[in-house]
Nanobody, 124 residues
Framework: QVQLVESGGGLVQAGGSLRLSCAASGRTFSNYAVGWFRQAPGKEREFVAGISVSGRIINYSDSVKGRFTISRDNARNTVYLQMNSLKPEDTAVYYC?????????????????WGQGTQVTVSS
């Protein structure tokens, strides 16, 4: 089992920044790829960013490429999502998820464990 806890969400004005954290406990975190997903009200969950076990493979959705940066610190069992130049359409609940020995896939069903989510609200 891997337990994931997201933090760092909040209310920010358009153009601002937030850094989300995904803290893991349980099994060896360094064996898991981590993905960030988001779900806005009335919309389906969508992939945001993913990072492989080694950290060498990183994927972003087109909607966040160039604005968001995913990184991992295995010594702290934590994955980060730095979000810059935020837009109102980035408003959503953000979830992190873990995939054993994965590559940061955009496919949600690939992931075995999910956190409870953190709310990000971007005002215009």
């Amino acid at each position: 089992q891997v337990q994931l806890v997201e933090s760092g969400g909040g209310l920010v004005q358009a153009g601002g920044s937030l850094r989300l954290s995904c803290a893991a406990s349980g099994r060896t975190f360094s064996n898991y790829a981590v993905g960030w997903f988001r779900q806005a009200p009335g919309k389906e969950r969508e992939f945001v960013a993913g990072i492989s076990v080694s950290g060498r493979i990183i994927n972003y959705s087109d909607s966040v490429k160039g604005r968001f940066t995913i990184s991992r610190d295995n010594a702290r069992n934590t994955v980060y999502l730095q979000m810059n130049s935020l837009k109102p359409e980035d408003t959503a609940v953000y979830y992190c998820a873990a995939d054993a020995y994965g590559s940061g896939s955009p496919s949600g069903p690939q992931y075995d464990y999910w956190g409870q989510g953190t709310q990000v609200t971007v005002s215009s």
